[in-house]
Antibody, heavy 118, light 108 residues
Framework: EVQLVESGGGLVKPGGSLRVSCAAS????????LNWVRQAPGKGLEWVSF????????YYADSVKGRFTISRDNAKNSLYLQMNSLRTEDTAVYYC???????????WGQGTLVTVSS | SSELTQDPAVSVALGQTVRITCQGD??????ASWYHQKAGQAPVLLFY???KRPSGIPDRFSGSSSGNTASLTITGARAEDEADYYC???????????FGGGTKLTVL
């Protein structure tokens, strides 16, 4: 069974940093591209970032480019999102998701809540 | 603002058929994917590509596309189908992903 478990969320002040993680199991992690998708409270889904299976290709939404860094450790079956210069509008549940075709995400974690507030 | 446009809310009578639409320029080049999300839960992929449905998804969910509009059709809506529905696709550059704003489906 595919499992994705996010962790590392919490309360951080504007301008601060946080790293969220996603631990994967139940599938061949190193063969799958992965994404981060977020959802602000009461709002819709927003794609954040993509990383290819080897880490060679990385893309970011304009809203986080230059502030967030996606990475992965295939030896540890883990995905990461380093978030710097956080803003109040970054407050959201952050989901990791496996990538089926480049814009379809077939497995999702339960998410981790990041709250940016003073 | 989203490059994919969805109606904010749609309603359907129990057992009837409903179509949820998603409009955007990138849909002339890329297929949409469809998800539903129930309160407090993660999204679930329902349909993707030209004609693909993940295993375990009932065949009452189907997708189609015409020009710049993609559609998800639910045939024989059930009470449990009440949820938020989202489309996604690549953006015009082909490298990034965009979601529609979501459609809240109410089953009457």
């Amino acid at each position: 069974e595919v499992q994705l478990v996010e962790s590392g969320g919490g309360l951080v002040k504007p301008g601060g940093s946080l790293r969220v993680s996603c631990a994967a199991s139940g599938f061949n992690f190193s063969s799958h591209s992965l994404n981060w998708v977020r959802q602000a409270p009461g709002k819709g889904l927003e794609w954040v970032s993509f990383i290819s299976s080897s880490g060679s290709y990385i893309y970011y939404a304009d809203s986080v480019k230059g502030r967030f860094t996606i990475s992965r450790d295939n030896a540890k079956n883990s995905l990461y999102l380093q978030m710097n210069s956080l803003r109040t509008e970054d407050t959201a549940v952050y989901y990791c998701a496996t990538d089926k075709t480049g814009s379809s995400f077939d497995n999702w974690g339960q998410g981790t809540l990041v709250t940016v507030s003073s | 603002s989203s490059e994919l446009t969805q109606d904010p809310a749609v309603s359907v009578a129990l057992g009837q058929t409903v179509r949820i639409t998603c409009q955007g320029d990138s849909l002339t080049n890329y297929y949409a994917s469809w998800y539903h999300q129930k309160a407090g839960q993660a999204p679930v992929l329902l349909f993707y590509g030209e004609d693909k449905r993940p295993s375990g998804i009932p065949d009452r969910f189907s997708g189609s596309s015409s020009g710049n509009t993609a559609s998800l059709t639910i045939t024989g809506a059930r009470a449990e189908d009440e949820a938020d529905y989202y489309c996604s696709s690549r953006d015009r550059s082909g490298n990034l992903v965009v979601f529609g704003g979501g459609t809240k489906l109410t089953v009457l």
